[in-house]
């Protein structure tokens, strides 16, 4: 499957041979609703499930470590006294 970012230049401003696809670029940060966030970690825990059934326990790890990385960055303690915010990861520790 290939990702393409329909907001990046075109494969001829690129100078792309035809038929390649244009690379997908990033942004810094992206900002994603709580629900999109547990939908996300959810479905990482249904597939991590199916994959140890499936003998998969290296990819069941690896999709483990990114659900765990999702809940640090999630997780914030909250100042006594102060309701819990969210948190934004920052980009350049990637």
């Known amino acids: ?3 393409l970012d329909t907001a990046a230049p075109s494969a001829e401003a690129l ?3 035809p ?4 690379p ?3 942004p810094p940060a992206v900002l994603l609703s709580k629900a999109e966030v547990f939908g996300a970690c959810q479905a990482l825990a249904d597939a991590d499930r199916l994959l140890l059934r499936c003998g998969g326990t290296r990819e069941a790890a690896a999709l483990g470590d990114l659900f765990e990385l999702l809940e640090r960055r999630l997780a914030v303690a909250a100042a006594p006294g102060q309701p819990s915010t969210g948190a934004v990861s920052d980009p350049s520790g990637l």
């Open 1 to 3: 499957m290939t990702i």
């Open 19 to 22: 038929g390649r696809p244009v």
């Open 15 to 17: 100078h792309l041979p």
């Open 24 to 26: 997908l670029s990033f």
